[in-house]
């Protein structure tokens, strides 16, 4: 028969297994828990830190990128810019008249003008029936049919002339159009053109203003990247 004394060790050596097991069971998962969030919280600084490195590498892309069409800028002499003012048709002339011209439209959201009167010009140039026809059709849909992606503003009678001439087109389909398109761009888009910084700051003979080319980029927050900083330590 067992002592009093082995009994009462053997009911605290129970006890204890049961303690050891009881704090096994609920502190085991918290470490686990614990071990997960941190490899979670690392893995979103990792992700955080890639981002924000992703970033400063493509504003550096775009950096000097806008620093190569300054530097094509700076290539117009204010004297020949100067031209340019002379007469619509002088500007349009002139490849890089031209093309500032073109950025300008797009700053207003009408850059289907010009594109349209390029490309009646480059029509015009073809010699092959089949060019002409393909050619004839792929500008209709693009810039005069109705809800075309970059229709332009023309009267509905020609429009109408053109729909009922394209499937048998000559190169002269597009000449009123074309026409009507270039009056506008002259008699509207130029002069505003003329009163621009883009051709105010050529004929001076500046490039223009840094701060017309920036813009302000969420991405990260000074703050922000102190944080993932700060917590680099876990994942290293």
């Known amino acids: 028969m067992e002592t009093p004394f082995v009994l009462f060790s053997q009911l605290n050596?129970?006890?204890?297994?049961?303690?050891?097991f009881f704090k096994l069971m609920h502190s085991g998962p918290?470490?686990?828990?614990?071990?997960?969030?941190?490899?979670t919280r690392a893995k979103e600084k990792r992700?955080?830190?890639?981002?924000?490195?992703?970033?400063?590498?493509?504003?550096?892309e775009t950096r000097s990128s806008r620093f190569g069409v300054l530097a094509?800028?700076?290539?117009?002499?204010?004297?020949?810019?100067?031209?340019?003012?002379?007469?619509f048709d002088k500007l349009l002339s002139h490849r890089d008249g031209l093309d500032a011209f073109t950025r300008f439209l797009k700053t207003e959201f009408s850059e289907e003008n010009i594109e349209f009167w390029i490309a009646c010009e480059d029509f015009k140039k073809n010699k092959e029936p089949q060019q002409i026809t393909l050619k004839a059709k792929a500008i209709y849909e693009k810039f005069i049919q109705s809800d075309a992606p970059q229709e332009v503003n023309l009267d509905f009678h020609t429009k109408e002339v053109i729909a009922k001439s394209i499937t048998q087109p000559t190169l002269h389909s597009f000449d009123a159009a074309q026409s009507r398109v270039?009056?506008?761009?002259?008699?509207?888009?130029?002069?505003?053109?003329?009163k621009s910084?883009?051709?105010?700051?050529?004929?001076e003979g500046r490039s223009r203003r840094p701060t017309n080319l920036r813009r302000r980029s969420r991405s990260f927050t000074y703050n922000e990247f102190q944080d993932v900083k700060s917590d680099v330590a876990i994942w290293l």
Not at 13 to 20: I, P, Q, V, W, Y
């Open 197 to 203: 910084d883009i051709y105010l700051e050529l004929i």
């Open 72 to 87: 094509k800028e700076s290539r117009v002499s204010p004297e020949e810019a100067v031209k340019w003012g002379e007469s």
């Open 47 to 60: 992700n955080r830190l890639s981002l924000l490195v992703q970033k400063l590498d493509s504003h550096e």
């Open 182 to 194: 270039y009056q506008l761009m002259e008699q509207d888009s130029y002069t505003r053109f003329l």
């Open 13 to 20: 050596m129970c006890e204890s297994k049961e303690k050891a």
């Open 30 to 39: 918290g470490k686990e828990e614990a071990s997960k969030e941190a490899k």
